[in-house]
């Protein structure tokens, strides 16, 4: 069964949605991240995406004391991505109570690097993020594009030891209009080893269900949740 992976991105501090990346469609839900947190936990969700934007904006992880109140204020399994650009970087986001990092922008940008840390830490922790503009990587928090093919980025990364990827179509992010079925099932088709989580688009209850359906591994959940498209109470089938 697929599972549920809500999202709390933070900027300044709060907790906001964008659309398709763009910081000028900023909308605070919350200015407590922690307060959310609690009730994602109290509804039964052990997972949690945790974005720092200003991090990924800034390229250096900015929003740690946001990771370390949820860390140790909740049981959820939080995985952080945003500004995770070195060492530094990722002993903050490890020691602030994060169980996986997602190396996003500094996978493409220092490969080298980003091996180092498969090799030492593992592909249980972390986690590969494959942002995607058509079938190319965008990179920091979407706001550049680069050359490198999706399926040449996965494959790579498999051969260096990662095991799970998120995947986000940036087309869809936050707009509400259906996740990149299509592109999931590819991936799952070209590339099973991964433990592939599904990001940007959901909308409704049947897409979750049919990402289901299609064998996809994992799914994040923002905006939908944000907004009452989809409630808490309504994912408790996937919350086993």
């Known amino acids: 069964m697929i599972t549920i992976i809500p999202a709390i991105d933070i900027i300044d501090g709060k907790s906001v949605r964008l659309s398709k990346g763009d910081f000028a469609t900023q909308k605070v839900y919350y200015e407590n991240p922690l307060d959310v947190a609690k009730l994602f936990e109290d509804a039964g969700v052990r997972r949690l995406h945790l974005v720092d934007l200003d991090g990924a904006r800034s390229k250096q992880v900015v929003n740690w004391k946001v990771l370390e109140r949820i860390a140790s204020q909740t049981n959820l399994?939080?995985?952080?991505?945003?500004?995770?650009?070195?060492?530094?970087?990722?002993?903050?986001?490890?020691?602030?109570?994060?169980?996986?990092?997602?190396?996003?922008?500094?996978?493409?940008?220092?490969?080298?690097?980003?091996?180092?840390?498969?090799?030492?830490?593992?592909?249980?922790?972390?986690?590969?993020?494959?942002?995607?503009?058509?079938?190319?990587?965008?990179?920091?928090?979407?706001?550049?594009?680069?050359?490198?093919?999706?399926?040449?980025?996965?494959?790579?990364?498999?051969?260096?030891?990662?095991?799970?990827?998120?995947?986000?179509?940036?087309?869809?992010?936050?707009?509400?209009?259906?996740?990149?079925?299509?592109?999931?099932?590819e991936i799952k088709a070209k590339q099973p080893d991964y433990y592939l989580i599904a990001s940007g688009g959901v909308s409704k209850m049947e897409d979750v269900e049919r990402l289901n359906d299609d064998g996809i591994d994992a799914v994040i959940i923002g905006k939908a949740i944000y907004e009452g498209r989809i409630h808490l109470a309504d994912l408790e089938g996937f919350l086993c």
Not at 95 to 107: F, K, L, Q, R
Not at 148 to 166: M, S, T
């Open 77 to 185: 399994v939080i995985d952080f991505g945003g500004g995770v650009q070195s060492d530094d970087d990722l002993r903050i986001v490890f020691e602030g109570g994060a169980a996986m990092v997602t190396a996003g922008s500094i996978a493409v940008k220092n490969p080298d690097k980003v091996r180092a840390w498969l090799q030492q830490y593992g592909g249980g922790k972390i986690i590969l993020g494959a942002d995607v503009h058509g079938r190319q990587i965008a990179i920091h928090g979407w706001q550049e594009a680069s050359n490198v093919d999706l399926f040449d980025f996965l494959e790579n990364y498999r051969k260096a030891g990662a095991r799970q990827v998120i995947c986000t179509d940036v087309s869809k992010d936050g707009m509400l209009a259906g996740p990149a079925f299509e592109l999931y099932r």
